[in-house]
């Protein structure tokens, strides 16, 4: 059993920088995935990025690249992610969330995802 706790939303202007933080309870974190995912009112919920369970390796959603940036820290429980250059549209509740296996190419598929936290509020102002 994983609990995951986001933290470090809030209301930023378009250009700006947010980094969300997500801890996790429970053992073995480092066997997990991580991925962040979004959703924005009257829409889906859609993937964001993803980190491998050692770090190794990164996912991205297309609309994130060169922007967001995930990382990991295994000793301290927690995955980060690092959003620049914010733009409206990525005003969203982002959600943290963990998968115990998930194949390379699903990383992208919520249904992967074994738990998920409550999700933090990220409003970004034009």
């Known amino acids: 059993q994983v609990q995951l706790v986001e933290s470090g939303g809030g209301l930023v202007q378009a250009g700006g920088s947010l980094r969300l933080s997500c801890a996790a309870s429970g053992r073995s974190f480092s066997s997990y995935t991580m991925g962040w995912f979004r959703q924005a009112p009257g829409k889906e919920r859609e993937f964001v990025a993803a980190i491998s369970r050692i770090g190794g390796s990164t996912f991205y959603a297309d609309f994130v690249k060169g922007r967001f940036t995930i990382s990991r820290d295994n000793a301290k429980n927690t995955v980060g992610l690092q959003m620049n250059s914010l733009k409206p549209e990525d005003t969203a509740v982002y959600y943290c969330?963990?998968?115990?296996?998930?194949?390379?190419?699903?990383?992208?598929?919520?249904?992967?995802?074994?738990?998920w936290g409550q999700g933090t509020q990220v409003t970004v102002s034009s």
């Open positions: 969330a963990a998968s115990f296996f998930v194949a390379a190419r699903q990383t992208a598929l919520e249904g992967q995802y074994n738990y």
